[in-house]
């Protein structure tokens, strides 16, 4: 006996009932949604933002390494309390006192950058100077390997890493009450500059 297909359409997501031999089976495929872009205005006013913040960074720049020190301050004191708390739900995982011990490493870490900012913004400057060489160290390694995969821009990269982090832990005295404000404002300024490229894309297109 010829199988028999009966095909039905629903208009909520293309649902379609296919019987072959008396079997019913069901084929269901739901709607994709495409994902629409932002609003041109949200992405010029962020953009807008970050500039001005990065602007008002940058013009005091010990002022916004202070704020960027307590930030970070407040951040480490918060994943030291999960820390304390995720050992107490968690005792039987094991290592129940090495999560109160490093849990208590990062609460007092924390209040340390809060209670005394110009001491945690040597530390944290320092902490990324090293950072800087180790990445910029590796990525000039990492150069020759890649040298037909256009291997000289991660050369130069890498150099510039490299030089930087050399300049953060040995070049420039005082480095640490500014290193921090300066480079959260350049940070800003780039994204804020980034975000309204992107909002005047589609006017240069329509162009």
Excluded at 49 to 78: E, N, Q, R, Y
Excluded at 88 to 94: D, F, N
Excluded at 173 to 197: E, Q, R, T, V
Aim: charged share 10%; glycine share 12%; hydrophobic share 55%.
């Amino acid at each position: 006996m010829p199988a028999m297909r009966v095909g039905s359409y629903h208009p909520m997501g293309d649902v379609a009932r296919v019987k072959e031999d008396g079997m019913t089976v069901y084929d269901s495929s739901s709607d994709i949604e495409t994902l629409r872009p932002q609003p041109l205005w949200v992405c010029m006013l962020l953009g807008i933002v970050m500039i001005a913040a990065g602007i008002l960074a940058l013009s005091d720049v010990v002022f916004a390494t202070l704020i960027s020190v307590k930030l970070v301050g407040l951040t480490v004191i918060a994943v030291g309390a999960f820390e304390i708390l995720h050992a107490y739900w968690t005792k039987g995982w094991g290592g129940f006192l090495w999560q109160i011990l490093l849990g208590a490493i990062y609460l007092g870490f924390g209040l340390v950058l809060l209670t005394q900012p110009a001491s945690g913004a040597l530390i944290l400057t320092y902490f990324f100077g090293a950072l800087l060489l180790a990445s910029g160290i590796i990525r000039c390694v990492l150069s020759f390997a890649h040298w037909r995969q256009n291997g000289w821009m991660m050369l130069i990269s890498g150099a510039f890493g490299l030089l930087a982090g050399l300049l953060i832990l040995f070049g420039v005295p005082g480095i640490s009450l500014w290193a921090l404000g300066f480079l959260l404002g350049i940070d800003l300024l780039s994204h804020g500059l980034a975000w309204l490229l992107y909002a005047f894309q589609p006017l240069r297109r329509a162009a």
